[in-house]
């Protein structure tokens, strides 16, 4: 029963039009002399797993010049799109006259709001004063005030 590790002889996968290469020892540490020694060899580097792609010994001639786009997804704040409220920043004072600061978050909520011009319920995440302001006003005027197109949500 064999073992292979790392410092074996390197091991070459293909996968279409790219080599994978397990470098002779250690995770590589990028510093001036081997940025060099990659940008020669045409490699490069990962610094997470210690793999080296090479374009240039699997497939000779062609260009593989794309960039990765992972897709990024919104983190939702803690702000409310109708009326704008955000967090307020408060001291909790102590009966020594210590203050710590503090964060007071906006009350929001997830609601299903019923919306008469598109004949449909719209989920929105609001603040319970904004909701108040719906029931005076309605959904139309409010998302028109604050610049909200309800037909893409």
């Known amino acids: 029963m064999a073992l292979i590790t790392a410092s074996s ?10 080599c994978f290469f397990r470098p002779q020892s250690s995770p590589i540490s990028l510093k001036s002399s081997s940025k060099e020694n990659a940008s020669e060899l045409g490699f490069v580097t990962s610094q997470l797993s210690g793999l080296k792609i090479s374009y240039d010994q699997c497939a000779p001639s062609s260009n593989i010049s ?23 920043r408060k001291n909790l004072v102590s009966h020594s006259n210590h203050k710590t600061k503090k964060l007071q ?14 004949k449909r319920f719209v989920k929105l995440r609001l603040s319970t004063k904004a909701l108040k302001t ?12 604050a610049g909200i197109d309800l037909s893409k949500k």
Do not use: H, M
């Open 105 to 118: 978050f906006v009350n929001l909520q997830y609601k299903r709001v019923w919306w008469e011009a598109g």
């Open 66 to 88: 794309s960039t990765i786009k992972f897709p990024i997804q919104p983190v939702a704040r803690r702000i409310c799109p109708f009326t704008g409220k955000k967090s307020n």
């Open 9 to 18: 002889a390197p091991a070459t996968v293909q996968a279409s039009a790219l």
């Open 134 to 145: 719906i029931e005076k006003n309605g959904l139309d005027a409010v998302a028109k005030k």
